[in-house]
């Protein structure tokens, strides 16, 4: 085992006795399985992977990764986009089989740990007719999407995930464990909420739950990408008209060989309106119908469906393996240059899995802050421009095109960043994300828990040191 060479057989051996979980290293027949991120594009190999069943093995895991001096990486759902939830010669510290859900429908709260991914948490939650904003992959990890912010259809309704979370059970990197609440430490609290995995390990939170569906008017609407630019023009009108239980994105795509998709458009451009209203169907029929009525769509898959299939529409689109990379903002407006370069990056995609998100925010985003890290809730909306590859085709040309692009609209973006949508792009774009005020807030945090900035894989706060 190479992992023996390094920390010497009876130092893992004392290790994994004192794990309650399972300690995985090189050589190890389940290793590469265990190791492989979501993002495809990162190949990285830990020293050793301890795989947490509880608290216990959490301190224990930051305990000997100090005293053998090992690199952290966390993993929750395994999502990261630069894939910082593993590490080259390090300790991946592995929450996945913390798979804890407590319901209390009354209260209307979810105790929730650390390994649990979205399709989970919504499975237990909608049993009651309950939910709380996730992601729109429902294999995404609740930990650092939360943690980071977390952006998805209840949002404008009913907030961020981060807005929602009442409470959390965090491992300091000294080993303590400590119930992080309103009562305790507000102010930790507040950096949770969209300041990442920068305070140490998250074992469990505590979600507000809200009434949405079993079933909401969903969906996707398809139009011909020649007219992404009335689409487009279309869009940046009606977004400002819907109401707050409504939350919409254009994405601009190459048709994939899916069958909700005609046969004769597979491959080539389509543009498409993706909404869900977290609210009476009925109503959300009428308030996407104009999205349906621009007349001649490819395909309308918009219409009443069950919550958690509107969570789980594009999971296949976005396999485990898939290669990544994503280069985000924010705009104002969607003025005429945007409009301009979304419609050229569009038509001159490198890869035809590449999308361009355009995604409207405001509502419960907007209004919330002061109770938050999360870096920018003013702008309208905000732009993902996700270069994808399936295949072995030379994936920096893929990530030109979305810096490329990112450039071309450059004059129209705010100049923030929305933290889970950064790659890795240097410590300027983090402080960017939260704002000098915010980000030096959540450094005074980080030189309270984590001084020696034990966990540094991650969008980092640095210690002032
Ligand atoms: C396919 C896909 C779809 C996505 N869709 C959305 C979306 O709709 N909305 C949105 O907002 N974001 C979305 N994202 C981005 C996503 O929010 C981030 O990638 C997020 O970090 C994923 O969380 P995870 O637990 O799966 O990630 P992981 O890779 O496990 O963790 C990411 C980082 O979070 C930190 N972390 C994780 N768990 C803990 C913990 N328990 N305690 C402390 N730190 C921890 C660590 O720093 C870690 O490096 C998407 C990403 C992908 C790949």
Redesign the pocket.
Known sequence: MATQGVLGGATLKEFEDGLGGQMVAPGDRDYDEVRA???GAHDLRPALIAQCADVDDVRHAIGFARSEGLEV?????????PG??SVDGGLMID?SPMKSIEVDPEARVARVG?GVVWAELDAVTQAHGLAVTG???ST??I???T??????WLMRKHGLACDNLRAAELVTADGRTVVVDPGTDPELLWGLRGG??NF????SFEFDLHPVGPTVAAGAVFYDGTRAEEVLRFYREYAATVPDELTTLVNMITAPPAPFLPEEWHGRKLVAFVGCYSGDPEAGLEAMAPMKELGDPVADLMGPMPYVGMQQLIDAL?AKGTQ?YMKAGYLERVDDAAIEAFVTAHRDASSPASEIHLQHVGGAVARGGEESAFGERDAEFVINLCAVSHDDSDFGTHERWAQDTYRALEPSLTGGVYV??LSDEGADRVRAAYGADKFARLQALKDRFDPTNL?H??QNIPPRG
Request: proline share 0%; glycine share 30%.
């Open positions: 991120l979501w993002n990486a966390v993993r929750g759902g395994g999502h990261s986009i910082y939830s929450l650390a992601g729109l992959v995404t990890g930990a650092g999407f943690l980071g912010g977390g952006i998805g990442g995995g140490g390990i998250v074992t976005w990544a889970n949508f966990f894989r991650n």
